[in-house]
Structures are given as structure tokens and as C-alpha cells.
């Protein structure tokens, strides 16, 4: 077959997996994760996703348009399995490849074939199912083939297509993707089998976790992070700014009677008729004006997490407190401001973990993420540094609220004027209790979670409207 009709094909190959199948890489992990329900091995899976992706674009080319694709197939070195797929095709396509039907009745692959060729390759709505059907029909043939494989001591050849695993997809490519995939699962075992099955190729491919680069080949990736790293990407909460400082510049505000020794720049010529005597003469008293416009902004925020043991590990289990914080930081790093953490189990005991203020992602998600799971208690004497000399400051609580010094964090609570976001997981006595023990505060809003659909629903920094003092947000 001459060169350029080989080029040719392999270019309507290649351009397919990029317009059809798999499109993104959110569909390859699906396919993926499907494949391997059925075979149970991360490199059979691999390698029968690839299959099933060749014959959708393979399909997809010869159907839609004039391709050189079967004259490639005809010309390929085939072992078993591509000479299945070769049958598959002349069924399916209408083409002869130069496969003979004797040969497959022979071998005792007539029928794989036969129910493969039963299976809707373009209805992109049944990949899922689909991909089942393909990998119970292949799965005995890529055993054996491993088998012999393993026998000889190697690997076996290679797709002459291409392998696709990672390398045809970009980093922000496989960002989205993990974000997709981790809306679609919810499910924190099944992302990070699929992240761990990937790893190799995700640090070949340079990935890392804070903005999907910049750590370089060889980085590791914590399966567990980027979970609800990709996971709170989904999700928006809305921060209220505030004017973080005065502008700094005086304005005339009243009168006072002018005195010797008073500035004369400050007299108010109007006021004075022109004279300069005491008892007649007023000068301006000014005051410093408040900014707002351009000095309105997001304030730092203080994130306090549960991780006690009546929270959800959220190494195990998807945990709302987490993918709640994990929200409250997005929002406030997007918004150029700084977050400090403090996760707290049992804190007098040393079961804490405190991170200060800062703007690094990846080092706030994976102290969101650790689990002390003993008992609750604040020690407030963690608190005090996090927040003096912060005029401006936000504090974000997130808990059960089955906290043993509960009424120690309603005195501290009474003792600030800042914004408090708390929020609560589920109901229970003590979340009772806090409600009515800060209804009056209007610096103070307070949501429930019970699904992850609440979620969205939390403002950040909200204060209570003087005419509307129901505070209590539930869904």
C-alpha cells in the first residue's frame, strides 16, 4: 500500500478520535471504567477500550465518508484479535478484507464475531452497554493472547493504529475530563481506581494536580485530593464583597468655631462672611471618607472542618464537609484572597491540623482532606492567632456541630463582628441548639447540608437583612 494512502488513513483515524469517539477524555475513562467491570485487569482494560474506540471511528469513517481505512486493513499484519476485528468489519462494513469465512469457522470465532457484529458501534447513547457486550464477547481471545504473551516473556505487538491511552490529549483536556468524571461517578472509589490505573501515564504526561501542570514527570498524584479538587470545580458559591479599607481621603462633614491656632485653609469662607474673627469665623470639621467601588473586595477567609469521628472519612467515603470547604476555597482564591485551615477532631488533645494563610491550592486541599476521627472539641486558643489583626476576615465553619465545647465557640462567636459562614451537616440537637444561640447575631448565616445539592445554595459572608431576620437556609 503506497505511503501517502497510508498517511491518509491513519490521518481519518486519528482526526475521528478527536470529532467522534471518544471526543474527550471523559468518554475515554468511561469506557474505560466500563471495559474493566467485565475484565478485571487495568492493562486488559486498556487494551480493550482501545479496540472498541478503533472500531467507533473506524465505523464512523467508512460510513460517513470515502476513507482508505479498509485498504489499510487489508494490508496490516494480523494476529488473532485483529483478525477477529478484520472479520468484524467485512460484516459490518459490507467490504471484503480478505479474511475467508472458513478460516474464522475454523478457529471457532464465527460466533464471537457473530455477536459482535450485533452491537450498535454508532449510538453513542449505548456506549456504556455496549463496550460491556464487546469486552464479554473479546475478553477470552485478549486472555489467551496474554497467555502466550506471558509464555514468551513479551508484551506482544503493538496496535498499528496507535495506542491510545493519554498522549493525544492535552493537560487542560485531561483536566476537564477528571472534573467531568468525577460530576458523573460521585463516587470517590471509582475516581481514583480509574486516577491510580492512570498514573503512569498522567506523570509521563506531565500532569499535576494544581491547574493539571507545572509539576513535571514523576510528581505523585493523590488520588484522594484530586477527587474533590476536580469535584468542587463543578460547583459555584457566591461571596459577598465588603469595603475592605477607607479610601484614606477627608471630606467636610460639620462646623466648629474657628480658634487661633486653627488652620486657615479649613475656614469656610461662606459660613464666615469673609472675616477672620473669633466667634464669627467656622471652619470645617472633615472626616475620613468610606470606600466603596473600586475598594469593595473579597476578605481572607478562616475554613475550621470537622474531621471527628462522626464525620464521613473522606478518604473512604464522599465527604460534603470536605466538598463543602473545598467550595468555600475555590471561591475565595478565585477571588484573589488567602485561606487558612483549621481541622480539628479532638484539638486539645493534639488532634488538629492547622495551615496558615495561604493561596496554594493543592496544600489547602490536602489538609481539608485529613482525618483525625476522634472526639470534637475546639481549643480556641488556635483561633486567637488566626484571626487578630485581621480587621477584615472571614471565618467558615463546617461540622456536625456534636461538639463537646460547643458553648466555648458561641462565646467567640459573640465576641467578633466578622462574617461567619457556618454550616452545618445534617440535623441533630446541637445544630439546634447553635441556631438558637446565634439567631440574633445578623453577622452570623447558617446553612444545612444534607445533599450535594445544597451546597450550591451556601453564600459566603452573607449578612442578614435588618427586615428579614430568618436566617436558617434549608433545602
Keep these: 500500500m503506497p505511503e501517502k494512502r497510508v498517511i491518509e488513513a491513519l490521518l481519518d483515524h486519528g482526526i475521528t478520535h478527536y470529532t467522534f469517539c471518544p471526543w474527550d477524555f471523559h468518554t475515554h475513562l468511561r469506557l474505560y471504567a466500563e471495559a474493566k467491570k467485565v475484565v478485571g485487569d487495568k492493562e486488559l482494560a486498556k487494551q480493550m477500550s482501545n479496540y472498541f474506540i478503533d472500531v467507533i471511528a473506524d465505523t464512523h469513517c467508512v460510513r460517513k465518508r470515502f476513507t ?27 467490504i471484503d478484507l480478505g479474511i475467508p469465512p472458513s478460516k474464522m469457522s475454523v478457529k471457532g470465532h464465527a460466533d464471537i464475531v457473530r455477536r459482535l457484529a450485533r452491537i450498535p458501534y454508532l449510538d453513542r447513547s449505548r456506549w456504556g452497554e ?9 475478553k477470552p481471545l485478549l486472555l489467551e493472547e496474554q497467555k502466550q504473551q ?8 503493538h496496535n498499528p493504529q496507535g495506542e491510545d491511552y493519554l498522549n493525544h490529549y492535552s493537560n487542560e483536556e485531561i483536566d476537564q475530563g477528571l472534573r467531568d468524571y468525577a460530576r458523573q461517578t460521585m463516587a470517590l472509589s471509582e475516581f481514583k481506581d480509574v486516577v491510580e490505573d492512570f498514573s503512569d501515564e498522567l506523570k509521563g504526561a506531565g500532569y499535576g494536580m494544581e491547574g493539571g501542570m507545572g509539576r513535571g514527570q514523576g510528581s505523585p498524584i493523590d488520588a484522594d485530593v484530586l477527587f474533590y479538587m476536580k469535584l468542587a470545580e463543578n460547583y459555584s458559591i457566591p461571596i459577598k464583597k465588603v469595603p475592605l479599607e477607607e479610601k484614606g481621603s477627608l471630606h467636610p462633614h460639620s462646623h466648629s468655631p474657628w480658634e487661633i491656632g486653627s488652620p486657615f485653609q479649613d475656614v469656610d469662607i461662606w459660613t464666615s462672611f469673609g472675616k477672620i474673627m473669633p466667634g464669627i469665623t467656622q471652619i470645617w470639621t472633615k472626616r475620613e471618607g468610606k470606600g466603596r467601588g473600586k475598594m469593595e473586595g473579597t476578605p481572607d477567609c478562616l475554613i475550621a472542618i470537622d474531621s471527628s469521628g462522626s464525620m464521613i472519612n473522606p478518604r473512604k467515603s464522599l465527604s460534603y464537609a470536605v466538598l463543602g470547604a473545598a467550595c468555600a476555597t475555590n471561591a475565595y482564591l478565585q477571588n484573589g484572597s488567602k485561606v487558612a485551615i483549621y481541622n480539628f477532631s479532638d484539638a486539645p488533645m493534639g488532634g488538629k491540623d492547622i495551615l496558615n494563610y495561604t493561596d496554594q491550592r493543592e496544600d489547602i486541599y490536602r489538609v481539608l482532606c485529613k482525618y483525625f476521627g476522634g472526639g470534637t472539641a475546639l481549643d480556641l486558643e488556635d483561633l486567637i492567632p488566626l484571626t487578630q489583626g485581621k480587621k477584615n476576615l472571614d471565618l467558615f465553619i463546617i461540622t456536625d456541630m456534636k461538639i463537646t465545647n460547643l458553648e466555648a465557640l458561641i462565646g467567640f462567636f459573640g465576641q467578633i463582628q466578622n462574617r461567619v459562614t457556618a454550616v452545618h451537616i445534617g440535623d441533630n440537637p446541637y445544630a439546634a441548639r447553635f441556631e438558637k444561640a446565634v439567631e440574633k447575631r445578623k453577622n452570623i448565616s447558617i446553612y444545612t447540608v444534607k445533599r450535594k445539592e445544597d451546597i450550591p445554595h451556601i453564600v459566603l459572608g452573607r449578612i442578614r437583612d435588618y427586615f428579614n431576620p430568618t436566617h436558617i437556609k434549608k433545602s
Design 150 to 157: 506471558g509464555s514468551k516473556g513479551g508484551k506482544g505487538e
Design 130 to 138: 455496549s463496550i460491556r457486550k464487546f469486552a464479554r464477547s473479546l
Design 68 to 94: 482508505e481505512i479498509p485498504e489499510l486493513h487489508r494490508n496490516l499484519k494480523k494476529g488473532t484479535i485483529e483478525e477477529v476485528i478484520a472479520f468484524l468489519y467485512q460484516k459490518i462494513w459490507g
